[in-house]
């Protein structure tokens, strides 16, 4: 097993656990937690990578040049968010934690991923390498506290989710998105966007709003649980590795992505 990752900053405190999906377990400001503590399972808690899919795979089947490969069911019929949610993560000496992709994967790969906690500010890194040519898509999957709970025990006003997001992919009767574009439907959402006017802004009214950044053109906004809201920067959609054209990895040629979530008090 391997020890908790503790960072801090100013006012802010974090808990990385390499053992649970080399997840971010905590993240506090000013006493302040900002994430789900644990859930219900392994995909209701915390802020975890997703890698190397994100959402679903239509009935955890991947063709890739004419073969198919079968992937674990998690989420009958479908694979559900990866592979490296489950499993244990190193830490390696430059800080970073990585993770070996390995069968039932049907190629060798790594992904490794980085945390930087500011006074202002959180920015976290993934990099997928491969020495072979494979598909990989990567995202992260943060649950955001609907209250916050301050160390006096007050607790926030609900939480706001403010974003404009262009358009949406519509799923089919399976729940996996059909390739239709169209505009987004009325609220509560678990659906991916793109085209977004601004980054995401999570407000907690008269108390803190947090800004998602990303450089990663899909979102998935999920804000259908009492618990929290998820808001999710991917590099792909659901079902991508199957679609035309999938982004893929190999020799000298790393998938990167990045995230920041900055922050600002309201009072």
Known sequence: MSELIHLA????TAVLDPDQGGRLASFSIAGHELLVPHGADIF???????????????????????????????????????????????????????VDLAPPWPWQGRVSQTATL?????????????????PVDVGWHPWFNRYLVGPDGSRS???????????????????????????????????????????????????????????CPYWVLYDMEEEGVCVEPWTGPPNSLNLPNPT?????RPLRATMTWAWRWLS
Not at 9 to 12: F, K, P, Q, S, V
Not at 120 to 133: G, K, M, T, Y
């Open 157 to 215: 006003a609900e939480v706001e989710l403010d974003v404009a997001p262009a358009l949406m992919y519509a799923d089919a009767a399976d729940r996996v998105p059909d390739g239709r574009l169209v505009p987004p439907v009325p609220r509560p959402w678990d659906y991916c966007f793109v085209d977004l006017a601004a980054p995401p802004v999570l407000r907690w009214p008269d108390l803190l709003e947090l800004e998602v950044r990303s450089e």
């Open 9 to 12: 900053a100013g006012e802010c």
């Open 248 to 252: 893929t990895v190999g020799p000298g």
């Open 118 to 134: 500011h006074p202002d500010r959180f920015e976290f890194a993934i990099e997928v390498h491969s020495e072979q040519r494979m």
């Open 44 to 98: 209701h808690w915390g802020s975890f990578v997703l890698a190397p899919w994100v959402g679903r795979l239509r009935d955890g089947l991947l063709t890739v040049d004419g073969e198919q490969h079968k992937l674990p069911a998690n989420e009958a019929p479908h694979a559900l968010h990866g592979l490296v949610t489950d499993r244990a993560w190193r830490v390696e000496d430059d800080g970073r934690l990585s």
